[in-house]
């Protein structure tokens, strides 16, 4: 089964800021990586399939980057709303697995 | 707009048996893979089974395989989970969830509102 690893676990900062989390996958898994989001006591929402691809009606604050192994979720511009736990998901295979989660918190 | 409304959980004794029901609208539900994911307390997601459009074709996490049976019936746009031989490590929320696309790859666009269940005793 292929791992699924988030940097950071948690992370704290500022309406505004700028912020990136890291998605590592234990082998390579081309663009077949999707990011939830999460809030407390919700179910998740995708934010972005295909590594990159912006999921409808989600703001162009939240970009996906990354290929192979490696993937990036980069927020730009943060809102309160954003504070939330945040997921990636590959779909490469069966079983499609997560990350553990990023929890990102106001500074 | 799409809905999906998942039910059926609550609190079972470890070997229990219980089963979920999820019942989907506004899309084209034979069209769509439906899968369940859970969450235990406090912790992430583990996705625990997916099932096609036409329901012939069916997979399972190993942890629950053997337990779990995933099923669906097209003409009441309804997805089930019968759970056997419960175990305290299945305690958590329970989200059905529609695939993106007819293809069925396993990226979900719509949730349900999470069902919860308990294994104790």
């Known amino acids: 089964d292929i791992q699924m690893t988030q940097s950071p676990s948690s992370l704290s900062a500022s309406v505004g800021d700028r912020v990136t989390i890291t998605c590592r996958a234990s082998?390579?898994?081309?663009?077949?990586l999707n990011w939830y989001q999460q809030k407390p006591g919700k179910a998740p929402k995708l934010l972005i399939h295909?590594?990159?691809t912006l999921q409808s009606g989600v703001p162009p604050r939240f970009s996906g980057g990354g290929s192979g192994t490696e993937f990036t979720l980069t927020i730009s511009g943060l809102q309160p709303e954003d504070f939330a736990t945040y997921f990636c998901?590959?779909?490469?295979?069966?079983?499609?697995?997560f990350g553990q989660g990023t929890n990102l918190e106001i500074k | 707009d799409v809905q999906l409304l998942d039910s059926g959980g609550g609190l079972v004794q470890p070997g229990g048996s219980l089963r979920l029901s999820c019942v989907a609208s506004?899309?084209?539900?034979?069209?769509?893979?439906m899968s369940w994911v859970r969450q235990a307390p406090g912790k992430g997601l583990e996705w625990v089974s997916s099932?096609?459009?036409?329901?012939?074709?069916?997979y399972y996490a190993d942890s629950v395989k053997g337990r779990f049976t995933i099923s669906r019936d097209n003409s009441k746009n309804t997805l089930f989970m019968q759970m056997n031989g419960l175990r305290a490590e299945d305690t958590g929320v329970y989200y059905c969830?529609?695939?993106?696309?007819?293809?069925?790859?396993?990226?979900?666009?719509?949730w349900g509102q999470g069902t919860l269940i308990t294994v104790s005793s």
């Open positions: 506004g899309f084209s539900f034979h069209n769509y893979a």
């Open positions: 295909a590594a990159s």
């Open positions: 082998q390579s898994i081309s663009s077949y």
């Open positions: 969830a529609k695939d993106l696309t007819a293809a069925g790859r396993e990226v979900f666009d719509y």
């Open positions: 998901q590959h779909n490469y295979i069966v079983p499609p697995s």
């Open positions: 099932v096609s459009g036409s329901g012939d074709g069916t």
